[in-house]
């Protein structure tokens, strides 16, 4: 079995501690490290390479959200997966973390079931987007784009069919909600997210939905 390396950021101890112990008694996971910064949690990134980063976003000094930017685009730990931990219902800034480079995000009063799979799913190279869960994102963050953000160039190099999908995963759909709504199958419902990846340069489905949203695309519903 192979065992997944996770670094946990977070300045709580308390909050370490509590993962540590869930994430240690699963068989197939392990802690490498435990970081208190976002600088201590990118050095411990790059000196240990683990497959997973638990980031907290509100830690003394570099925030979560710079942290996770500076990991992911640095060449030497781009492919260390991030997934943002936060107090949803408080915490604004999740949409920034996702733009930063995440790969998803936990809820820190989730069920612990879900928090390891949700590492797990990151660690498979996927992104945590439970329908329900992307659909809570998108309604809090998405229509909070930068206001300072210049205005993003249309979608080039993919098909009419691949642009309907990329809409449909814009708003959420799960692979078999989008099968249904453009009448073929779940294969190839898969193909079109695989290629839409490719062409776009995209880390993961949840970046797909930023991209849906940034290009405008997919068009926030305003309350």
């Given amino acids: 079995m192979t065992t997944i390396r996770v670094v946990l950021a977070d300045d709580q101890p ?4 509590a993962l540590r112990m869930v994430i240690t008694d699963a068989p197939d996971l392990d802690v490498a490290a435990e970081a208190s910064t976002g600088a201590e949690a990118i050095r411990l990134t790059a000196d240990l390479q683990p497959d997973v980063v638990v980031m907290d976003i509100r830690m003394p000094g570099m925030d979560g959200i710079e942290a996770t930017r500076l990991i992911t685009t640095n060449p030497g730990t781009a492919a260390v997966r991030v ?21 998803g995000f936990l809820v820190k009063d989730m069920a612990l079931e879900d928090i390891l799979a ?13 329908p329900t869960v992307t659909r809570r994102l998108i309604q809090e963050f998405a229509s909070r784009p930068e206001p300072a953000s210049p205005p993003q160039p249309a979608i080039e190099g993919i098909t009419e069919r691949e642009r309907e999908a990329l809409a449909l995963v814009g708003r959420g759909m799960s692979n078999t909600e989008i099968a249904a709504a453009m009448f073929i199958s779940v294969a190839t419902v898969k193909t079109y997210v695989t290629r839409l990846l490719a062409k ?24």
């Fill in 200 to 223: 776009l340069d995209a880390r993961d489905r949840v970046h797909l939905v930023i991209i849906a949203y940034e290009t405008g695309l997919v068009v926030p519903r305003r309350s």
């Fill in 14 to 17: 308390l909050v370490r501690a």
């Fill in 118 to 130: 949700a590492i797990r799913v990151v660690a498979a190279g996927d992104a945590l987007i439970a």
């Fill in 83 to 103: 997934i943002v931990l936060t107090t949803f219902d408080h915490d604004e800034y999740v949409y920034a973390a996702l733009r930063a480079g995440a790969s």
